[in-house]
């Protein structure tokens, strides 16, 4: 049963029009939701989050959005860059402790 | 301020050997969190460990594997008998103390069953 899903294995956009990467979730006792990227051999990298009393979040390029009622959150990347090229893990947490990641999605960013 | 280090980055393992990964977690980092990462998935939470506790193992295998956290050095998390479905991409991650969520990953051992 996985509790965090994001549906697309992969993504490729073209450099300077926007990233969207889609996440998916099933427990509503999920109360912070967090996006990390990864690059090939390194470990991840903490990008962006959001707890769930609010719907958007930005930082930058980077804009999170939490839609609660239907469980489903989104990362949007505005102006997409080629060194945006990774691996974007989705992730919910339910208090302190561990966090479930979905799958991830590999995006290509094409310059 | 040195991030979250792991050694070694590459292990390769016999069947039926033991195998031993560290983790050093961020100075002033009491929480440290392990993931395996098998080929094609995402991270799946293995154990979540403060200094001489074992606050959450609910993802660590019934048999052969362990983890500890001494109050002194580095976390060990110890596989015994490793078998070839082991070899995978373990991750280790820290937090600080009354942060638990945003997590600070190591690059990883690599572990390579043969």
């Known amino acids: 049963d996985q509790q965090v899903k994001q549906n697309s294995p992969s993504l490729s956009v073209q450099e300077g029009r926007i990233s969207i990467l889609n996440c998916d979730y099933t427990?509503?006792?999920?109360?912070?939701f967090l996006w990390y990227k990864k690059y090939p051999a390194e470990g991840p990298t903490f990008l962006i989050s959001i707890s769930s009393i609010k719907d958007k979040n930005e930082d930058g390029r980077f804009t999170v959005f939490l839609n609660k009622s239907a469980k489903h959150l989104s990362l949007h990347i505005v102006p997409s860059q080629p060194g945006d090229s990774a691996v974007y893990f989705c992730?919910?947490?339910?208090?302190?402790?561990?966090?479930?990641f979905g799958d991830g999605t590999t995006l290509t960013v094409k310059p | 301020n040195a991030g979250v280090m792991q050694n070694p980055r590459h292990l390769v393992r016999r069947r039926g050997q033991e195998a031993r990964l560290r983790c050093s977690p961020m100075k002033g980092h009491s929480h440290v969190y392990w993931y395996r990462q098998l080929p094609e998935e995402g991270l799946k939470f293995m154990v979540y460990l403060q200094k001489e506790n074992i606050i959450d193992e609910s993802g660590m295998p019934k048999e052969r594997f362990s983890a500890e956290f001494p109050k002194e050095g580095p976390s060990i998390l110890r596989i015994q008998q490793v078998v070839r479905g082991d070899s995978a991409a373990y991750f280790c991650?820290?937090?600080?103390?009354?942060?638990?969520?945003?997590?600070?990953f190591g690059p990883g051992t690599r572990l390579t069953v043969t």
């Open positions: 427990n509503s006792m999920f109360d912070y």
């Open positions: 991650a820290s937090s600080p103390i009354g942060d638990g969520y945003e997590q600070y």
């Open positions: 992730a919910a947490s339910q208090g302190a402790g561990k966090s479930t």
